[in-house]
């Protein structure tokens, strides 16, 4: 969601933070804006609405100087887009940027108006300016007023403070929103992404929960959340510059769909022991087989990684698996039963709703697992074990490298459960095993049907609703591919379970609605047909995404036929998850959407 760009250096400020927040719209962002301290030590900002070629343009004709600077990409919560509520939100000597929530900002207006003060904005983050003024009115000064101002405020946040007649400090507080520290040779950088800071520097320091943080160009002081003076660690982390290129292609999605089988082989190859027969998992592993249950917990695309995953656990490995919504999951209090484990999936490791649920979850589960795409984020540090999708920084909105690496390293996990509870022969794990290693090339020949599957797409483009169907494991991808479709082309689209077609989905169905059939040669494909027919009955247009053998099978019927390679029924929800993809990325380019930054949606949601 929002980014954060701190800085603190011997070179004009303002042009190096507009370069940081360009790395950081892949997160989505509706504004943008920069405050500096000048040489004169005076406090300015400029502002835009929109993407930040608005800001650039407007800081052509109104310089900012200074080396000390804040920067900000907004995603609206509190009030519309608009200069006025876009960051850094300034109070006389003090601009803030803030990422996250505040959730008792409406008392803090009501003390701020009883004492005569005026608001410019409908945001909750003024508050936190004009708190700050107060403090500093009262003969505080900027350290003391800015740990004042934290210490009243609830909820999620990242905050970075910079003071008027202050050109050398600023002052970071991270409390449920991620920030990071960058260390440099005579600077010092803040950012609420390590890809941010990747051209500054590659020496890294995460705040952790509660931790506040006073910053000049040659000293960091960090306090943990009862004030006490901590030590945090520093990492050296490796970003590769190119993962921000859209490597020859017109937009990311594009380019992270075509890495999958790269990406794929990476992961596949990570968990596998060094003959290919065994899974090996990172550190000193995991015995699944003293585990009666598992509860499995994510938000959007990760929660269909997980509803696809329930069938392996409890086909290949016997154990019955819960999968919840994470935004719902704690608020329902669910009882977790002994030898239960907890498993949660991000991709960015930072998703609220999902840590929350998995620090409900710590002391009851037995053991906590994370499947995450960032190493270093909150959700992996704060699990007993973190398995990586190693899926590369996925900077198109609209998840797909990610999805199908979060399927692999779950159906890794699923059948290492077997292995450890007996339920799969070593000479059986290693065929399943070598029918995994298949999928790189089986998505290559998949995005191979990349012409057909755009041909269809422009048909798909015209409709004002798609219905897709699938059955058995197959469900959980009909409703990722009616996902992707409405995030980035905007068309309103639904997944079903194929055989609840008839229980009322069936309704909408007349020649104007696209029903994508997703239908693998399975042991159900007989049943999906069956289902395809029904809609065909009453004149709708179906989309038949299946292999050789099912095209035979299905005959001409439908209106289109996608033919996708066979693969093994258990892997065939990561192979399908590419037409869906494919379908959704070319409908979105036939309406002329802006693919990678959909409107309204944020990669990293940070907020509950």
């Known amino acids: 969601m929002c980014g954060i760009v701190g800085i603190l250096s011997d070179h004009e400020a303002a042009p190096i933070i507009v370069e940081a927040l360009k790395r950081l719209e892949y997160r989505g962002y509706d504004s943008a804006g920069i405050a500096t301290v000048d040489a004169e030590r005076r406090l300015d900002r400029r502002r835009a609405v929109g993407k930040l070629v608005n800001l650039s343009d407007l800081l052509v004709h109104e310089p900012l100087a200074g080396k000390a600077g804040i920067g900000h990409t907004r995603w609206a919560t509190h009030g519309a887009p608009s200069v006025a509520n876009a960051h850094p939100h300034r109070a006389g000597p003090v601009a803030v940027v803030h990422n996250g929530i505040i959730e008792n900002f409406r008392e803090l207006r009501q003390d701020l108006a009883a004492r005569g003060i005026d608001f410019e904005t409908e945001t909750d983050t003024e508050t936190v300016a004009l708190l700050a003024q107060c403090y500093l009115e009262q003969g505080l000064d900027p350290r003391e007023a800015a740990e004042r101002t934290v210490a009243r405020l609830e909820g999620a946040f990242a905050l970075c403070f910079l003071f008027e007649g202050e050109d050398d400090l600023l002052i970071a507080a991270r409390k449920g929103s991620p920030l990071a520290i960058g260390h440099g040779e005579g600077e010092v950088f803040v950012g609420s992404d390590a890809i941010a800071l990747a051209p500054m520097t590659d020496r890294i320091t995460y705040l952790e929960e509660g931790d506040r943080a006073v910053l000049t160009r040659t000293s960091i002081e960090i306090y943990d959340a009862a004030g006490s003076p901590v030590s945090r660690e520093m990492r050296k982390i490796r970003i590769d510059a190119t993962r921000i290129d859209k490597g020859g292609h017109k937009h990311f ?283 065909m009955a009453r004149e709708g247009m179906v989309l038949l995404i299946t292999d050789a053998q099912g095209a035979r099978a299905a005959g001409d019927d439908a209106w289109a036929t996608l033919v996708m390679p066979k693969v093994p029924d258990a892997l065939a929800p990561i192979l399908y998850a590419v037409p869906a993809q494919l379908l959704a990325y070319y409908a979105a380019v036939a309406k002329g959407t802006d693919v990678d930054q959909p409107r309204n949606l944020a990669k990293s949601v940070t907020v509950e």
């Open 253 to 535: 999605m594009a380019k992270e769909i075509a890495e999958q089988p790269t990406v794929l082989g990476e992961a596949i190859g990570h968990y596998l022991s060094q003959d290919g027969q065994r899974v090996e998992l990172p550190g000193e592993g995991l015995d699944l087989g003293g585990f009666d249950r598992v509860t499995m917990v994510a938000c959007g695309t990760a929660y269909y990684a997980c509803l696809t995953a329930k069938y392996w656990f409890e086909q290949i490995a016997g154990l019955p698996v819960d999968v919840d919504v994470a935004s719902e999951f704690r608020y329902r209090e669910p009882p977790v039963a002994a030898r239960t484990l907890a498993v949660f999936v991000s991709q960015s490791g930072e998703t609220a709703d999902t840590l929350a649920a998995l620090r409900y979850m710590r002391g009851k589960a037995e053991r906590v697992v994370s499947v995450v795409n960032v190493a270093e984020s909150s959700i992996a540090r704060e699990s007993d074990l973190a398995l990586p999708i190693l899926a590369g920084a996925e900077i198109g909105v609209a998840s797909t490298k990610a999805f199908t690496c979060q399927l692999v390293v779950l159906m890794v996990l699923a059948l290492k459960a077997a292995a450890d509870r007996g339920l799969i022969a070593p000479e059986a794990l290693a065929d399943r095993l070598s029918e995994l290693r298949t999928l790189p090339g089986l998505f290559n020949a998949a995005l191979a049907r990349s012409d057909a599957i755009e041909t269809a797409a422009r048909r798909v483009s015209q409709a004002d609703d798609v219905l897709f169907l699938g059955r058995g494991q197959m469900f959980p991808i009909a409703l990722e591919g009616a996902l992707k479709l409405k995030e980035i082309s905007y068309i309103h689209a639904e997944g079903y379970a194929s055989g609840e077609l008839k229980h009322g989905p069936i309704a909408l169905v007349d020649d104007s609605v696209p029903v994508i059939v997703m239908a693998p040669s399975d042991g159900l494909f007989d049943k999906t047909v069956s289902n395809m027919q029904e809609v």
